[in-house]
């Protein structure tokens, strides 16, 4: 809290998870947050203390007052709805569903297949960790991302003409996606996804993230 009074967002958090989805929307927005890092890799998120929290012991939470809230997407689309006239939601009905629209096809249809792929090759026990899988998952992404390749197509943003939730919370999936090198065939998405972290809000990308808590 501040000394005026003023109660102060906490952004849980760990430096190369989802929740830089919810950093870069505070940091848009232009709102004072303070940063509580969770290290997964100590097994913090499994204390007693978060978990009280968030009892599915995971990354980001929010926590504004007395309301705490978990699921990234929801996290921005309440950041954007809390400071609507900030502009990264549109107010006219078909515009807002179109965010809602590619915010979900970025949540099932491109970051699915690459939690597959994270499952398979780094999280599971290697016993556990199927190769076939990994290929389905791969191409997986690839179709559903020929389908933004080509909405992508002449524009800057995913909705209208300026920035909204629906641009951070794919920039990011997209980055997750270089990171696994599935962006190659996908040049519209790839240029799209370095003007968004060109941005002057822009977070540190994923693998600056992952290189910061080695």
């Known amino acids: 809290m501040k000394e005026d009074g003023e109660i102060v967002i ?4 760990f430096a190369p998870t989802r929740s830089i989805r919810v950093r870069w929307t505070l940091q848009e927005l232009g709102v004072d947050f ?3 890092t969770v290290n997964l890799a100590a097994g913090e998120h499994r204390s007693p203390e978060f978990l009280k929290i968030n009892p599915a012991g995971k990354l980001p939470v929010l ?14 689309l309440y950041l954007a709805e809390k400071y609507l006239h900030k502009g990264l939601l549109p107010t006219e009905l078909q515009q807002r569903a179109q965010v809602n629209r590619w ?3 970025a949540a099932t249809e491109l970051e699915q297949p690459l939690w597959r792929i994270t499952r398979h090759t780094a999280l599971y026990p290697e016993h556990l ?3 076939a899988d990994i290929s389905l998952a791969r191409q997986d992404f690839k179709d559903m991302a020929a389908v933004m390749e080509a909405h992508m197509q002449g524009r800057l943003f995913i909705v209208g003409e300026t920035l909204t939730v629906a ?3 794919s920039a990011y999936t997209l980055d997750w996606a270089n990171e696994v090198q599935l962006l190659d065939d996908f040049p519209q998405l790839f240029a799209y996804m370095e003007r968004m972290y060109a941005r002057s809000n822009a977070p540190p990308r994923i693998a600056e993230a992952l290189a910061s808590i080695n």
Do not use: C, P, W
Request: glycine share 6%.
């Open 129 to 131: 960790r199927l190769t």
């Open 103 to 105: 915010l979900l096809f």
């Open 63 to 76: 926590v504004d007052g007395g309301f705490a809230l978990t699921e990234s997407v929801a996290i921005v």
């Open 167 to 169: 641009d951070l919370v």
């Open 10 to 13: 906490q952004l849980y958090e």
């Open 34 to 36: 303070e940063s509580v």
